[in-house]
Every structure is written in structure tokens, then in C-alpha cells.
């Protein structure tokens, strides 16, 4: 269990029937996100739940991937959850999850994670917002192959989510725990692209911005912000690509220390 001064709650593995509650709690997380509120404009909206209702069966399917929930201790609710990809190296058995109740496998497999990653169309110039998704695609895969090129093994985040009226608790802190807690232990690093609000937190917990993607929002509005009367401007999001690395335990620091005596 997990505890803070005012809240108790639990960390599991998620379940394919955790799905519906997964998605919706992303989708609450990011409503005061200015870009996902931004995107949710374009010609083609974008929706956070129904993403990610469209990507979470294949990524609690894939091996290399662990899916974390935390739950109140009180209540029983999902108040956040965390992906976990990694690759180049083992996980031991008993920290990965034993799945209940998988659907049937359908053909999302071969669907783009995202409208990022779809190769622009002709028209995709008419379009700013998938011009931006290709802009930001385009420098994620640029960073994935600098940051983990074939044969290093890392671990990185493939999401994380906590519900808004329970942020600030501590939750999200103990998701990205158990994962740093293997980097430690496993001697790998770990790596996250962080979205604008969330950066402090990853900081607080041990990650360094490498480097950092700013972007002028207005440039790639459909239209101005709405509701915030004349002259209104989106301003500037910033992207910041993450590292955590693994700290020295204590058997390698007093080996380290008799080396150098």
C-alpha cells in the first residue's frame, strides 16, 4: 500500500477490463492540457478517450509493456494509471502481470498509435493540426533514434495519467517509482516525453530534460481560443524529452569507493 498524510491507495496491474476507466481517466487528466484542447478543434478532433480505448487492448498485449493502476484504498476508483514500455533486456516474471479477461484480438494492431504517425496526405497542408502532429512525430522518432538506438536497453514511458481532483497526492510519484526502482536495480536509464504540465513532476522524481521542443501554438490554430475573448492567443507549449538515471546502490558506490582508495 501506498500512503500519503490524508490518502491511502494501492498499485496493481491493470486488467483489459480496467480499459474503459483507463481511457476515460486520460481523457479527464488532459482537459486543462492547452494543446489536447487545441487539437480538439481541428477538422478532425481529437479525442483523448476514444485514442486511447483504440490503443490500450494491443499495449496490454504486448509483452514488453506493463500497465499500472492505482486504486483508493476507501472507494475502490481508479485515480491513476502508468504504461511501462521497455526493451533490451529481461523483466523478471514475477513483476509482470498475469492477464484476465482478454478480448478477442481485432485489426487495431496495424492501426497508427496516433494521427502523428500517419504519413501527411495531399491535403494535410490545409489541415494545422496534422500538420503539427507531423511536426511533433517527426522530432519523436528523431529523439527515439538518438536516445535508443537498436541494442541499448532502456526503459521509457508510454503514459501516464492521474485523475484531476486526486493530483498532487502522491499517486503519480509511486507509478513512476516502479519503474525507476528497476532502472536502479537493473543499471538502464529511462526516458519520457513529457507534456507541458507534467514536467515538474518527472523532475521531482529524478528525470533530467535532455532537450526540449517549443512550440508557437497559434501557428498551427484552426481557430483562435474560444471563450477567452478578443485577441486571444494559444501562446507556447513546450515538450520536453526526459531521462532518469539509475542511481548507484550501495554495494557499486562502496566498490566504487575502495577502486579509488
Known amino acids: 500500500m501506498e500512503a500519503t498524510p490524508d490518502f491511502n491507495f494501492t498499485i496493481h496491474h491493470a486488467q483489459f477490463d480496467d480499459i474503459p476507466n483507463i481511457a476515460q481517466l486520460s481523457a479527464d487528466s488532459f482537459q486543462a492540457d492547452r494543446q489536447t484542447q487545441m487539437k480538439a478543434l481541428g477538422k478532425e478532433p481529437f479525442d483523448m478517450k476514444a485514442d486511447s480505448l483504440l490503443r490500450m487492448p494491443n499495449l496490454m498485449r504486448n509483452p514488453r509493456c506493463v500497465i499500472l493502476k492505482a486504486v483508493d484504498s476507501s472507494s475502490g476508483a481508479m485515480v491513476g494509471h502508468c504504461a511501462w514500455g521497455f526493451r533490451g533486456f529481461q523483466v523478471d516474471k514475477q513483476l509482470l502481470p498475469e492477464r484476465e479477461g482478454e478480448p478477442p484480438a481485432d485489426d487495431s494492431a496495424n492501426r497508427p498509435r496516433s494521427t ?22 517527426r522530432d519523436m522518432e528523431a529523439w527515439m533514434a538518438d536516445v535508443m538506438p ?111 582508495t
Do not use: N
Open 116 to 137: 502523428a504517425d500517419v504519413e501527411p496526405g495531399p491535403d494535410s497542408g490545409d489541415d494545422p493540426i496534422k500538420r503539427l502532429e507531423a511536426f511533433t512525430g
Open 150 to 260: 537498436d541494442g541499448v536497453p532502456c526503459m521509457y514511458i508510454v503514459g501516464l495519467s492521474v485523475a484531476p481532483g486526486f493530483q498532487g497526492r502522491g499517486i503519480g510519484s509511486a507509478l513512476l517509482r516502479w519503474g525507476t526502482r528497476i532502472c536502479d536495480e537493473r543499471r538502464v536509464f529511462a526516458w519520457v516525453h513529457s507534456s507541458e504540465p507534467a514536467w515538474r513532476m518527472y523532475e521531482k522524481c529524478g528525470f533530467q530534460t535532455i532537450r526540449s521542443l517549443d512550440i508557437d501554438l497559434d501557428e498551427y490554430a484552426p481557430v483562435p481560443p474560444p471563450d477567452e475573448g478578443p485577441g486571444a492567443k494559444w501562446g507556447h507549449y513546450v515538450f520536453r524529452y526526459m531521462k532518469y538515471l539509475p542511481k548507484a546502490s550501495d554495494s557499486s558506490s562502496r566498490d566504487e569507493a575502495e577502486t579509488r
